[in-house]
C-alpha cells in the first residue's frame, strides 16, 4: 500500500462548482499535512497547512480527519485558474522528510 | 526577497557525462532536498541534507551525488551512472529539522529540467 495515495483524476468540473478530494495516509504517526498547487511544468507551491480543527482560505477549506487517515481539500466557486495539479504531503513525526502524492489533476471549463 | 534559486533552467547531457545542477537558497533553512518528477508522476526523494557537511540517501540515490559545503548551497551532480537522467528536477528547503519546529512546509526552486542528448 502507498503511503499517500489521491485519486488522480482529472476532475473536469464547469466554472463555479465546488470540487473535493481526498487523500488518505497510511503511517498513523503522522503529524503534518500541506496541500500543494504544481501547474504545468511549474514548481510545486504551497497552498495551504492542514490543522487538525480544519481551516479555511477563501474559497479553499481543508480538513483532517486522524480517524480514518485522510485529508481533504474543497473549492468553492471554482475559477480556470484553478486547473492545475494538487499534490498532498504528509509528514511523519519521526523523520520530517515530506511524501508527497502523485496528485490529483482539475480542469475547470467554461 | 528570499528564495531558492536553481540553475540553469534547462540542461542536457551527452552519454557518460557527468553535469551539476546548482541550488542557492538565501532563506536560512537549515534543511534542504532534491527531488526528482517524471511526466505524471509524483515527486521521489533522490538526497536531503538537514545541516551543513552532512547529507543522507533518499529513495532514488543512485547514479546521484551531492555536497553540502554551505549552508545556502546544494548543489546535485548527475553522474554517468545514472541512465535514465531524463526528467524535471527541484530543489527545496525548509527551516529545519527540529522538533520545537511544527508545520513547516518547503519551499520550492523553480527546477531544472534535463534531457540526454
Known amino acids: 500500500r502507498k503511503e499517500v495515495e489521491q485519486d488522480p483524476g482529472p476532475f473536469n468540473v464547469p466554472e463555479g462548482a465546488t470540487v473535493a478530494f481526498n487523500c488518505t495516509y497510511s503511517?498513523?504517526?503522522?503529524?503534518?499535512f500541506f496541500w500543494y498547487r504544481q501547474d504545468c511544468r511549474k514548481e510545486p507551491k504551497l497552498l495551504m497547512s492542514?490543522?487538525?480543527s480544519g481551516n479555511e482560505d477563501g474559497r479553499f477549506t481543508a480538513q483532517l480527519n486522524r480517524a480514518s487517515q485522510y485529508i481533504s481539500l474543497l473549492i468553492r466557486d471554482s475559477k480556470l485558474s484553478d486547473s492545475a495539479t494538487y499534490l498532498c504531503?504528509?509528514?511523519?513525526?519521526?523523520?520530517?522528510?515530506?511524501?508527497f502524492g502523485r496528485g490529483t489533476s482539475l480542469i475547470v471549463h467554461p | 526577497d528570499g528564495g531558492i534559486t536553481q540553475s540553469p533552467k534547462y540542461l542536457f547531457r551527452k552519454e557518460g557525462q557527468n553535469v551539476t545542477l546548482s541550488c542557492e537558497q538565501n532563506?536560512?533553512?537549515?534543511?534542504m532536498y532534491w527531488y526528482r518528477q517524471d511526466p505524471g508522476q509524483g515527486l521521489r526523494l533522490i538526497y536531503y541534507?538537514?545541516?551543513?557537511?552532512?547529507?543522507q540517501k533518499g529513495d532514488i540515490a543512485e547514479g546521484y551525488s551531492v555536497s553540502r559545503e554551505k549552508k545556502e548551497s546544494f548543489p546535485l551532480t548527475v553522474t554517468s551512472a545514472q541512465k535514465n537522467p531524463t526528467a524535471f528536477y527541484l530543489c527545496?528547503?525548509?527551516?529545519?529539522?527540529?522538533?520545537?519546529?511544527?508545520?513547516?512546509?518547503?519551499?520550492f526552486g523553480d527546477g531544472t529540467r534535463l534531457s540526454i542528448l
Open positions: 492542514v490543522y487538525s
Open positions: 532563506l536560512n533553512h537549515d534543511a
Open positions: 541534507s538537514q545541516i551543513v557537511n552532512d547529507f
Open positions: 527545496a528547503s525548509t527551516l529545519g529539522f527540529s522538533r520545537d519546529v511544527s508545520n513547516q512546509p518547503q519551499h
Open positions: 503511517n498513523s504517526a503522522s503529524q503534518s
Open positions: 504531503v504528509v509528514s511523519s513525526g519521526g523523520s520530517y522528510i515530506p511524501t
